[in-house]
């Protein structure tokens, strides 16, 4: 045999020059569940290793992670029953807390990226992404509320918002407003092809943020479509998107692989809860080894395309890596 391709496996050194795809830390973001409140770090059952943080507590876990090279997170918050309503009002209140925490984090650490997430569900007492009317989901009438949102997180320092909501033509609404605010810099990355996935359990228990009634299958995608994520990041092109994002990552591998062939910008996937939550619960049982599926998992979201990967698991591979 002239042709051997074991000899470019014979040995570690060989096998690390000729490896094809290579997680950087860089490309990740490490999500963060935020509560009001002081002291607290409350870890998520459904999510083991992961926590709901008060701000005091929050800013010496990101010193820590730091410290381990991550540069880039995302905030979500966890708001309580009584400060919802069907309009969000909140999410762009003066006394938010979540406002109040993106700046004492920009405070802290400017030289981080923080990313914040624009949508209504986490202060909706609908629990959805838009305003709910007759039992639909009101589109038109849900954009100045996220515009409000964002404007509100751009002014506490956000460097990129992220609308996660899934409305028709909020990115160039978005994108418009910012910029009539004087916030041109502040970046847009958008949930692109955001599927309605049965991998968020984890993530709804650690917002308390689940619909109370329906489902949200009307704005999120189709799990068995991948033709319509072309409809979905042209539109977001077209409207000013500086991110194109897939959600979730290692089931949709071939639809980040898609965007990444035919669009320019930097494609962002997002290693949801659930994914997440299955590979751990299988490495508690047994079953498989976190330190080697944990980065396989990763690298299969790279390998597929994704320059940007928000993952739970951030910290534990910054460490595995300083570890090295």
């Known amino acids: ?25 860089a490309q990740l973001v490490y999500p963060f569940f935020l ?5 607290i770090q409350n870890e998520i059952t459904s999510m083991p290793g992961n926590y709901r943080w008060s701000i005091d507590q929050l800013l010496k876990e990101i010193e820590s992670c730091i410290g381990y090279g991550i540069q880039q997170y995302a905030l979500f918050p966890a708001v309580e029953e009584q400060l919802k309503d069907r309009i969000a009002s909140y999410s762009y209140a003066e006394d938010n807390f979540y406002l109040d925490a993106i700046q004492e984090i920009k405070k802290a650490f400017p030289q981080i990226v923080l990313i914040t997430d624009v949508a209504m569900d986490p202060y909706s007492s609908d629990g959805h992404d838009g305003i709910v009317k007759n039992g639909e989901i009101e589109n038109d009438a849900t954009l100045p509320i996220l515009a ?27 994108r418009n407003e910012l910029d009539e605010a004087g916030y041109s810099q502040t970046s847009i ?9 049965a991998f968020y359990g984890p993530f709804r228990d650690a917002l308390d943020s689940a619909p109370k009634a329906g489902d949200k299958k009307s704005y999120q995608m189709d799990p068995a479509n991948k033709r319509e994520a072309f409809i979905e990041a042209d539109l977001d092109t077209a409207e000013g998107a500086d991110f194109l994002m897939v959600k979730p990552a290692t089931f949709y591998l071939d639809v980040i692989h898609a965007l990444k062939e035919s669009y320019s910008l930097p494609i962002a996937a997002y290693n949801v809860s659930g994914e997440c939550a299955m590979l751990m619960a299988a490495c ?29 698991f951030a910290k534990d591979y910054a460490k595995m890596n300083a570890a090295r």
């Open 1 to 25: 045999m002239q042709i051997r391709p074991r000899r470019n496996r014979k040995s570690p050194a060989i096998r690390n020059m000729v490896r094809e795809t290579r997680l950087d830390i």
């Open 35 to 39: 509560v009001d409140g002081k002291g």
């Open 148 to 174: 409000k949102m964002a404007i509100a997180q751009a002014e506490a320092g956000a460097d990129i918002v992220a609308p996660s909501d899934m409305m028709d033509g909020r990115v160039g609404y978005l």
């Open 189 to 197: 990355m958008s949930y692109t092809a955001k599927y309605a996935s």
């Open 284 to 312: 508690e049982k047994g079953y498989l080894n976190y330190e080697t599926a944990m980065p396989e998992m990763l690298t299969s979201i790279a390998r597929a395309g994704a320059d940007i990967i928000l993952t739970y």
